[in-house]
Nanobody, 114 residues
Framework: QGQLVESGGGLVQAGGSLRLACATSRLIFNFNTVAWYRQAPGNQRDMVAS???????TYADTVEGRFTISRDKARNTVLLQMNNLRPEDTNVYYCNTPTVPRAWGQGTQVTVAS
């Protein structure tokens, strides 16, 4: 009931694209802001993008214009479309609900080859 499950990672060449998915419950999806994060030095996770239940979005400066976060209401899933990927985007990507933090999932590995 309280889980978020990430998928969609993989290996791509620089300039390529991937689409990540964060599957949630209907309750989480309808009433919570959902955000994507990636691991930062020092074991913290930095927010990459977020989306509110009514569709308002925010992006980190490093991904603005390349990544797009969206909501798939039919599947209670939050998507992260990543275009023009760079080697520095290589990381494990996680999703969570920033206002009501939950246990972190396994994440999904994104590797961008130069």
């Amino acid at each position: 009931q309280g889980q978020l499950v990430e998928s969609g990672g993989g290996l791509v060449q620089a300039g390529g694209s991937l689409r990540l998915a964060c599957a949630t419950s209907r309750l989480i999806f309808n009433f919570n802001t959902v955000a994507w994060y990636r691991q930062a030095p020092g074991n913290q996770r930095d927010m990459v993008a977020s989306i509110t239940p009514d569709g308002r979005t925010t992006y980190a400066d490093t991904v603005e214009g390349r990544f797009t976060i969206s909501r798939d209401k039919a599947r209670n899933t939050v998507l992260l479309q990543m275009n023009n990927l760079r080697p520095e985007d290589t990381n494990v990507y996680y999703c969570n609900t920033p206002t009501v933090p939950r246990a972190w999932g396994q994440g999904t590995q994104v590797t961008v080859a130069s």
